[in-house]
């Protein structure tokens, strides 16, 4: 059975930063790509950012690029989202996913976390 556990959301002035850690079980986790998806009150999960199984694709949304860095530990079933400059707009829950390939559509992800909630305050 695939789990992945996000933590390290939280409440952050604007301008602050957070890392977020998604742990990954029941599946070889260097075979697959992740996912930083999040979810804000009222609206569709959007897209974040995602990283190859290698850890050496990485793609962005437009919205995040230069504040935020997705990144992996193969050793540790791990990946994690860095966010730094953070802005009210980032508001939302926070979800990790998992997939075949990398990609940037949730219905390409075919396992997903509970979710993180990161709030930021201005």
């Known amino acids: 059975q695939v789990q992945l556990v996000e933590s390290g959301g939280g409440l952050v002035q604007a301008g602050g930063s957070l890392r977020l850690s998604c742990v990954a079980s029941g599946r070889t986790f260097n075979f697959y790509a992740m996912g930083w998806f999040r979810q804000a009150p009222g609206k569709e999960r959007e897209f974040v950012a995602a990283?190859?199984?290698?850890?050496?694709?990485?793609n962005y949304a437009d919205s995040i690029k230069g504040r935020f860095t997705i990144s992996r530990d193969n050793a540790k079933n791990t990946v994690y989202l860095q966010m730094n400059s953070l802005k009210p707009e980032d508001t939302a829950v926070y979800y990790c996913a998992t997939s075949r390939i990398i990609a940037v559509i949730p219905p390409r992800y075919d396992y997903w976390g509970q979710g993180t909630q990161v709030t930021v305050s201005s």
């Open positions: 990283i190859s199984s290698n850890g050496i694709n990485r």
